[in-house]
């Protein structure tokens, strides 16, 4: 039903930056809207969230060098990262909450539906 599908990832130098952007089709929730990441070895957590109304939440981790936009006419979820960082690395995926939440609010864990993730890798 819904199709999400990441691209920009890439490997690159510490401080350098990369924007990633998240294609969204075909029947989806819009009330919230997510990129998290799993590096390898660790838990998946979240990077950043975004609601309908454009409240944003970070995770203090990229907090002030990452930023999460949307652009509603052409379905695209963005992130721009700055200042990256090796732990950095890890697949960020993006995400929506699942169609039955109909919350204010985006909390992690009401995010159901994943894209295939592209992958990040920062060298020092």
């Known amino acids: 039903q819904a199709q999400l599908l990441e691209s920009g990832g890439d490997s690159v130098q510490a401080g350098g930056s990369l924007r990633l952007s998240c294609a969204a089709s075909g029947t989806y929730s819009r009330r919230c809207m997510g990129w998290f990441r799993q590096a390898l070895g660790k838990e998946r957590e979240g990077v950043a969230t975004?609601?309908?109304?454009?409240?944003?939440w970070y995770a203090d981790s990229v907090k002030d060098r990452f930023t999460i936009s949307q652009d509603n006419v052409k379905n695209t979820l963005y992130l721009q990262m700055t200042s990256l960082k090796p732990e950095d690395t890890a697949m960020y995926y993006c995400?929506?909450?699942?169609?039955?939440?109909?919350?204010?609010?985006?909390?992690?864990?009401?995010?159901?539906?994943w894209g295939q993730g592209t992958q990040v890798t920062v060298s020092s």
């Open positions: 975004i609601n309908r109304d454009g409240n944003i």
């Open positions: 995400a929506t909450v699942s169609s039955v939440y109909v919350g204010p609010s985006c909390p992690l864990d009401r995010f159901g539906n």
